[in-house]
């Protein structure tokens, strides 16, 4: 039997506001435990939720980035259910008319290439405190500094149909939060979490199948891991003739497998109503409108104006808007004042490949590069001009890189004396010595070994350490044979 | 002199003819003298008290003080009060100290009103009768045997006995005008959102107003002045211009102060079920106020008799979450022994809530439970604008309404304890204006065959504060039932 997977995912972002949502205390990480936990976040009594604006805006600027409707009006609701690390005996979130409703992400699926995952919903919410299980003589530690972290939960509809397409739109949504500047995206410290809703049916078949929640999938790779390994254990559970019962699964990535939290007739009754003490959230049109003017371009529009104005193939594109600042970086070297229209696939092919490489071997982002891209655009402009071949460009790269000659392309090439080797006369001549000095390998070319050739290039190549023109070294040399 | 009311004292006190330590220190010593019979008050801090009163004292001499500035005061054990126990009369709080005070609190403390103590009330202000009070029942000034009412009982009870001039109180379903009416004085719930909720412990939030509680309707509206305005810290406090509450009060309008106003009598307020002695008493007082140039018009509040099953769906849902907090995890009472963390919840809740409490938070449990929602809670809602409804129809033809506040005068203790839904039909009258968020006040009208108080309410609409305070302030002019004492307390 052929089995289609079918996934939904539930993200949890964690927006980027200096305060929480309901109270004006930090939101920074790593604090000293309770020491951001204000009289609203311990839920002392008699203390009232208050709504962060910056927290609405960030729903806002989410909803504008997918196309979703934005409610004119949204209703906060407490979730009721007592755990230690929920203070209040509540969460505060949205349950019937949630911020957003609607919209859609658009991804290139690694088997369906580009689709569009539809979006259910996002809604504002806060986070709860963090249980600490371990080293407390036996009992329990509870620290609330997280407690009242503004939350935006994006609701996918269950539009994926592989582990890869679901880390693909797990990734793509991570990249636009992070555009948009509404999460700092940093999944060591529990800023975007993903659930995932897995469920498989036959081929085919178009009535969902029952599916199971797995929690805590905390990295991309774990998601991959832990809906792989859900399945299996779900098409192995059918085909041996058990049914799948609805559930909650948590992943443990230390056994690779996931467990059982809790069935579907266990789950709670959260009693959600209406929060009193929280008017319903009121969004006028002139506020939209305000965050609309100031929204960036978005990845996905990006890519295809990359692909329009600069021939920078689709592939290409996506990965150059991965994040805003690497698309920054490739925009700023395309019109840097360099005196030539260079060439937009080979500058993407160098961010990607060159820059991006020196980046993570020294651990640092786009915008800490120590080549700004004004400097990059110039040492592209000498591979294109021919001043310089792409091997040496590497190489001046890395001088470039180290700060020589104050990181200026031209700079280093003289010094260093790379300026390529493009005058005939002298490069006839160093053929005539390459030829002159390796008659075997001019026979064995003779003889029709095609490789031959090459090793006469390379020959001619290091004579000149790298600086003759390929071309021209080729040329003349297959001229010279031939004659 | 210490017996009279806010604005007599205030005038003694800014004329030096009196000092506010004079004046606290008389009181605290009438409140050491009283409280074993009355069990008024919680917590008594003398030392504050007289420093506060000393404080009052050099306001007034430097010529900064406000019209409050010296007036001892009490708050309703629910407001909480920074550093001063706020046990909200549960044993889950018996020994809460805030870290911060509530707004109302700041803003009366700001006016240099004098905090003498804490007033009893029922647990979690969930009573009728203050009965529900961990730390025992008030008694009625009037009759030791009765209750005082509830839930600010002990709020009542002090301003009755002449042991505060004024205190606060929170209403949420009549606590304010209730045991205002039992205890015969005044006390007023203004319009929700006029005064900010922020330090009240939650009850039902919704329906929770911070009020005052005063000898006559213009101390309540002094108190008002003070306790009213916009606070940020509470999403469903309103921002709205100034008003002084008592800007009707002072003016010089003849004989016929009510001239032009219009006095709603719905039919449904004048049945079966009402005491006779109570309703006699009413039936005079609109003969007064007709007496004072108002008319009157009969009407219908068709929608009115839900109020009381709307209250009690709605008033424990919310309840039942806002209760949820205590926990045992971070603050208050929790059990000594336990085995795990479900056995720590559940110890902790069945010691330190009463059985009141615990019956409002099974019921506010069950009507939101999945299933029942729509059913309840929802309908409960429904049935709430309806009766908002009601009194917007009724309010484009009056100005006020008049009739009982509580259909019973101050019953004995244990007399309704084995019987909730009794309990429940003594807020039969004020449930609505918590409903409908609307202003009402509760003042004394007459006395019945027990000698008993007997209280008269006015009901506004949204904002009518200072016509409400108007209506009540001429009757009063005209009557002197406010200004009776309790022979037992008389000074």
Request: hydrophobic fraction near 25%; avoid cysteine.
């Given at each position: 039997m052929k089995w289609e997977v079918v996934i939904g995912l539930e993200t949890h972002t964690q927006l980027s506001t200096a305060s929480k949502i309901f109270s004006g205390a930090s939101t920074a990480f790593a604090a000293a435990p309770n020491s951001q936990a204000s009289a609203v976040d311990i839920a002392l009594p008699g203390v009232l939720p208050v709504l962060n604006k910056g927290a609405v805006e960030r729903a806002i600027r989410f909803g504008l980035a997918v196309d979703g409707t934005i409610n004119k009006r949204s209703v906060f609701a407490r979730k009721n259910y007592f755990y230690p690390d929920l203070p209040k005996g509540y969460q505060i979130s949205q349950y019937e008319i949630p911020v957003v409703r609607g919209g859609s992400i658009a991804i290139v699926s690694p088997t369906r290439g580009a689709i569009k995952v539809a979006l259910t919903r996002a809604h504002l919410e806060e986070d709860a405190g963090k249980s600490l299980h371990e080293d407390f003589r036996g009992m329990t530690g509870i620290d609330?500094?997280?407690?009242g972290t503004p939350l935006l939960e994006i609701v996918s509809e269950p539009d994926l149909r592989s582990s890869e397409e679901a880390v693909v739109y797990a990734k793509t949504l991570h990249a636009l939060v992070r555009w948009i500047g509404i999460c700092d995206g940093n999944m060591q410290e529990g800023s975007f979490r993903c659930d995932a809703n897995v469920s498989v049916r036959p081929g085919g078949e178009a009535k969902l199948g029952t599916r199971c929640e797995i929690k805590n999938l905390n990295s991309f790779r774990f998601m991959h891991q832990a809906i792989e390994f859900e399945v299996r254990r779900q098409i192995e559970l059918i085909e041996d003739g058990g049914k799948m019962v609805q559930e909650t699964r948590l992943y443990d990535p230390d056994r690779n497998e996931t467990r059982s939290m809790r069935s579907k007739e266990d789950a709670q009754d959260y009693r959600y109503f209406p929060d009193p003490d929280l008017p319903p959230l009121v969004i006028d049109g002139a506020w939209i409108e305000r965050i609309r003017a100031e929204m960036p371009e978005l990845p996905e529009p990006m890519a295809h104006r990359f692909v329009a104005d600069y021939s920078v193939p689709m592939p290409d594109a996506v990965q150059l808007t991965w994040s805003r600042e690497t698309a920054r970086y490739f925009e700023s070297a395309m019109q840097a004042p360099v005196g030539a229209h260079l060439n937009g696939k080979t500058a993407a092919n160098w961010i990607l490949g060159e820059i991006s490489a020196r980046l993570n071997r020294d651990g640092i982002e786009i915008e800490q590069a120590p080549v700004r891209p004004n400097e990059f655009a110039q040492l592209l402009a000498r591979v294109q001009d021919n001043t310089i071949s792409g091997s040496i460009a590497k190489e001046v790269l890395d001088a470039m890189w180290a700060g020589e000659n104050g990181g200026d392309a031209d700079a280093v090439i003289a010094a260093k004396g790379l300026q390529q080797i493009s005058d005939a006369g002298a490069i006839e001549r160093i053929v005539d010595d390459v030829l002159a000095a390796n008659p075997a390998i001019v026979a064995e070319y003779q003889a029709g070994k095609e490789r031959a050739f090459n090793s006469l290039v390379g020959k001619a190549m290091a004579t000149t350490k790298g600086k003759a023109n390929p071309a021209q070294v080729s040329a003349i040399l297959k001229r010279k044979l031939a004659g | 002199m210490i017996t009279s009311s806010v604005a007599e004292l205030s005038r003694a006190l800014n004329a030096r003819r009196l000092s506010s330590v004079e004046l606290t220190g008389a009181l605290l010593d009438r409140i050491d003298a009283a409280n074993r019979r009355l069990n008024a008050f919680l917590t008594v801090d003398r030392e504050g008290a007289l420093a506060q009163a000393r404080t009052a004292d050099a306001r007034i001499a430097a010529g900064t003080s406000s019209a409050l500035t010296g007036i001892p005061l009490a708050h309703k054990d629910v407001i909480m009060t920074e550093g001063l126990r706020t046990t909200c009369g549960s044993r889950m709080l018996e020994n809460f100290v805030a870290p911060y005070s509530a707004y109302v609190a700041e803003r009366l403390a700001h006016a240099g009103m004098v905090l003498v103590g804490k007033t009893n009330m029922d647990e979690f202000a969930m009573g009728s009768s203050n009965e529900n009070s961990y730390f025992g029942p008030v008694r009625n000034p009037w009759n030791t045997t009765c209750v005082a009412g509830g839930s600010s009982g002990g709020s009542a009870a002090a301003v009755a006995a002449r042991l505060v001039p004024a205190a606060t109180g929170t209403d949420t379903g009549g606590s304010i005008r209730q045991p205002a009416a039992l205890s015969g004085i005044s006390g007023l719930k203004p319009t929700y959102g006029v005064c900010s909720r922020y330090g009240l412990v939650a009850f039902a939030s919704s329906l929770d107003t911070p009020g005052a509680l005063g000898q006559t309707a213009e101390d309540c509206a002094l108190l008002l002045n003070a306790m009213a305005g916009h606070d940020v810290?509470?999403?469903?406090s309103l921002d709205r211009p100034k008003e002084d509450y008592t800007r009707l009060l002072s003016a010089n309008a003849g004989a016929k102060p009510l001239a032009g106003v219009r006095i709603g009598l719905p039919r449904e307020y004048f049945g079966a079920g009402t005491e006779s002695d109570i309703a006699n008493a009413i039936e005079a007082a609109i003969a007064g106020f007709r007496s004072l140039g108002a008319t009157t018009v009969e009407l219908s509040l068709p929608n009115v008799e839900y109020s009381l099953p709307v209250y009690y769906v709605i008033s424990p849902a919310e309840a039942s979450s806002n209760l949820a907090r205590f926990d045992g995890v971070r603050y208050g009472h929790r059990a000594?022994?336990?085995?795990?963390l479900m056995d720590m919840y559940k110890k902790t809740r069945a010691e330190g809530f009463g059985a009141e409490v615990k019956r409002r938070i099974l019921v506010g449990t069950y009507v939101l439970s999945h299933g029942y929602y729509d059913a309840y809670y929802l309908k409960a809602q429904q049935v709430r604008r309806l009766i908002a409804d009601d009194f917007q129809r009724a309010y484009r033809s009056c100005d006020v309404i008049v009739g009982p506040t509580s259909p019973t005068t101050a019953f004995c203790l244990g007399d309704n304890t084995d019987d909730p839904v009794k309990m429940y039909l003594n807020d039969i009258f004020t449930i609505a204006s918590n409903l409908t968020g609307t202003p009402a006040i509760s003042i004394p009208c007459g006395f019945d065959g027990k000698g008993l108080p007997i209280g008269l309410q006015i009901q506004g609409n949204a904002f009518a504060e200072a016509q409400v305070l108007n209506v009540a302030h001429r009757y009063q002019q005209m009557t002197d039932w406010h200004r009776r004492i309790p022979a037992e307390f008389a000074p």
């Open positions: 609330l500094n997280r407690a | 810290r509470d999403s469903t000594a022994k336990y085995d795990d």
